[in-house]
């Protein structure tokens, strides 16, 4: 018995070592994938996408558990950006800010940190699933490296949709466990699902979508129906409680007032020669699936007969999901739904890209001319690593928009970007007034002293008139602002103009406006906080409960 369970014990330490090396093995790719972002010093930047908007995020969050409002962010006009875009995810960014006091450092750093990070977990996720070290660093690789996930990055900036796409493994798992698995295993679905919410919402509504048509299509074949369902309504109340520090929040101060947020738009398919020319030269400025997964997609379709039933119905929905993508698709039909919101349906390639690196990773595995594992692995590697610096150099010489952000100026590049989404919607009638900062005593203009800090405007106000006046800001209005008139508090209201307006007693006045988390986003937070302790004792005590029943039967097995 002892040497059946020294040979187990031998047969862990093994497994253990292997995963070491395969996690540095990833570490090594991790560096490679953003070591352009590190040799061009400093960030290159599309005149027409997101890198400014993420750098200002990054630069207001020094101050964001004590306040939803930086005023060093966005042109210091108080947006109360941390409510409406969630940050946690994004707060490691922070920290190295801090550390550093180099904004682009930071951001390239944490491009690493996420790329890292989107490896492990399609590594833990795959090898969960498939129980097979080899099949999982195919996947991660494969996953990681795909064409869409680098255009996201490197020419879109789209930093909230970038770093979704590394939890989404996750929700695989958590589906998969869900629908013909172990349901007991939901919690995996939860994690995912939470941590996209504290991501990016618009990838949680495409993936809260592709979980409701996948269990339309899959509900006929599940067995034990009722407790998966309820598996599902688990995993789903843990994922709200889980994020009501942000949803809670977020619904408060949408409902408060009429904002100004991003538009649904016409959804246009791309005509299939187009697409296929794009995927052929490479190019990150397109936005396809990219050259890697394309590849991996022909090598492998003709063994996806060998596929079990399940990955054959993954399989499906990465095709299903990259013909979306086409002109071929209706979406027309689609164009007065809800589904409009989407804005662009290419968004659909990260769905598309997850789905068809788990197949390809799969049958690479399997039916690659028989070679050996790490000869298939170390040839998909030099392909992936090939085809993505490829893509950059592509991008770099074929991009006229193409400018860079230099270390030096990018804290105040950042500081002073105009942005008006979650505003209130009547202030954008009114953009001279907002970006010149003007400021009126009874509608007639003009010019305080002004100053600021991270989480407190001050306004020093002469008020000539002889009684009461009412003075307008060019500062948003939200639930939870304070202000105070020579360190008296006094109510604020929502000028007509969508700011802040306040009323002023005769003579010389200090106004101080700050803003502060409301009583129902703190409770909110403190749900969640609780919720997750919970959650966290549940998660021990399940792994504690697992290795006892496991260590049991391995004696039982032993002794009979």
């Not at 090594?28 to 400014?52: A, K, R």
């Not at 994922?239 to 619904?251: D, E, K, N, W, Y």
């Not at 398919?269 to 697409?275: K, L, N, R, V």
């Not at 860079?404 to 002073?416: D, F, K, Q």
Request: net charge positive.
């Amino acid at each position: 018995m002892f040497l059946v369970i020294d040979e187990k014990k031998e047969k862990k330490m093994k497994k253990n070592k292997y995963q070491l090396i395969d996690i540095m093995f990833m570490l090594c790719l991790s560096m490679m994938y953003v070591l352009p972002l590190f040799l061009t010093h400093g960030i290159l930047h599309n005149s027409s996408q997101d890198t400014y908007f993420h750098l200002s995020r990054l630069v207001g969050l020094d101050n964001v558990w004590d306040s939803p409002v930086n005023f060093n962010n966005f042109a210091h006009h108080g947006t109360m950006i941390n409510v409406f875009y969630p940050w946690l995810t994004f707060y490691p960014a922070s920290f190295f800010f801090k550390i550093t006091g180099n904004l682009v450092l930071s951001y390239n750093l944490y491009y690493f940190f996420i790329t890292f990070l989107t490896m492990l977990i399609a590594y833990f996720s795959m090898n969960k699933l498939k129980r097979n070290r080899y099949i999982a660093l195919l996947f991660s690789i494969i996953y990681t490296f795909a064409g869409y996930r680098a255009i996201d990055i490197f020419f879109r900036a789209s930093l909230g949709e970038a770093v979704a796409l590394t939890f989404l493994p996750l929700i695989l798992v958590g589906c998969y466990e869900i629908y013909v698995g172990d349901y007991s295993k939901w919690y995996w679905l939860t994690i995912g699902m939470t941590l996209v919410v504290y991501t990016h919402l618009l990838s949680v509504a495409m993936v809260t979508g592709f979980i409701a048509i996948t269990i339309i299509l899959s509900f006929y074949f599940w067995n034990n129906k009722m407790s998966r369902l309820l598996s599902l309504l688990k995993a789903t109340t843990v994922t709200f409680l889980l994020s009501a520090a942000f949803l809670i929040p977020f619904i408060q101060q949408s409902s408060a007032q009429e904002l100004k947020v991003p538009q649904g738009r016409e959804l246009i398919g791309m005509a299939p020669s187009d697409m296929l020319s794009h995927i052929l030269n490479n190019n990150y400025r397109n936005y396809t699936i990219g050259f890697f997964i394309f590849i991996g997609l022909l090598v492998t379709f003709t063994f996806v007969k060998k596929l079990q039933v399940t990955d054959k119905f993954i399989f499906a929905l990465g095709i299903f999901t990259l013909f979306c993508c086409t002109s071929l698709f209706p979406l027309k039909l689609l164009n007065s739904t809800p589904i409009k919101s989407l804005q662009f349906i290419w968004r659909l390639n990260g769905f598309t890209s997850l789905f068809l690196a788990y197949t390809i990773s799969i049958l690479i595995y399997y039916n690659l001319y028989n070679k050996k594992n790490m000869i298939k692995i170390i040839s998909v590697t030099l392909i992936g690593i090939t085809l993505h610096f490829s893509g950059i150099i592509n991008l770099v010489a074929n991009n006229d928009s193409l400018t860079r952000i230099e270390p030096e100026n990018a804290i105040s590049a950042a500081e002073n970007y105009q942005h008006t989404d979650y505003a209130n919607k009547e202030s954008i009638k009114y953009p001279d007034v907002i970006n010149n900062h003007k400021y009126f005593l009874n509608n007639e203009e003009i010019k305080p002293e002004t100053s600021f800090t991270n989480s407190k405007y001050t306004i020093k106000v002469d008020n000539k008139n002889n009684e009461k006046s009412v003075f307008t800001t060019s500062l948003y209005h939200y639930d939870g602002q304070i202000a105070t008139v020579n360190n008296t508090p006094v109510e604020t209201s929502l000028s007509s103009i969508g700011t802040t307006e306040l009323v002023i007693p005769p003579g010389k006045n200090t106004i101080v406006i700050t803003y502060t988390y409301t009583n129902l986003a703190i409770f909110a937070r403190y749900l969640s906080l609780i919720s997750l302790m919970i959650f966290l004792i549940f998660l021990l005590y399940n792994s504690y409960k697992t290795k006892l029943g496991s260590h049991y039967t391995h004696i039982t097995n032993d002794i009979f």
